[in-house]
Nanobody, 116 residues
Framework: QGQLVESGGGLVQAGGSLRLSCAASRNAFRLNVMGWFRQAPGKQRDLVARITSGGTTNYADAVKGRFTISRDNAKNTLYLQMNSLKPEDTAVYYC??????????WGQGTQVTVSS
C-alpha cells in the first residue's frame, strides 16, 4: 500500500516562496513517476510537475521557471520549491505517485494561499 503525506502549505504574499514536501511510504516512493497536482475552487485538478526515478522532469507552462520539483531518495520525500508565487497559484496541492492503472496513490492535499 502506498502512502503520501504532504506538508509545507500556508499563506504567503505574492512574490514569496514556499516549499512543499511529500513524505512517501517505501512502496510509493519506489514507483517510477511522482508528481504534484493542484486544484483551485471550482476548477479541475491539474498537473503542476512530475519527476521520474531517473530525474527527468516536466512542468506545466504556468509554473516553468518558478517551480522546481525534486526527490530525495534517502528520505523517501518529494519536494516542490515554489518561487515568485502569484495569486493564481492559490490551490490545494496534491502529491501523486505511480501514474498507472495498477499503482496510483494520492496524498490528502495541502492548502497554498497567495495573497495579492
Amino acid at each position: 500500500q502506498g502512502q503520501l503525506v504532504e506538508s509545507g502549505g500556508g499563506l504567503v504574499q505574492a512574490g514569496g516562496s514556499l516549499r512543499l514536501s511529500c513524505a512517501a511510504s517505501r512502496n510509493a516512493f519506489r514507483l517510477n513517476v511522482m508528481g504534484w497536482f493542484r486544484q483551485a475552487p471550482g476548477k479541475q485538478r491539474d498537473l503542476v510537475a512530475r519527476i521520474t526515478s531517473g530525474g527527468t522532469t516536466n512542468y506545466a507552462d504556468a509554473v516553468k521557471g518558478r517551480f522546481t520539483i525534486s526527490r530525495d531518495n534517502a528520505k523517501n520525500t518529494l519536494y516542490l520549491q515554489m518561487n515568485s508565487l502569484k495569486p493564481e497559484d492559490t490551490a490545494v496541492y496534491y502529491c501523486r505517485a505511480g501514474f498507472s492503472p495498477q499503482y496510483d496513490y494520492w496524498g490528502q492535499g495541502t492548502q497554498v494561499t497567495v495573497s495579492s
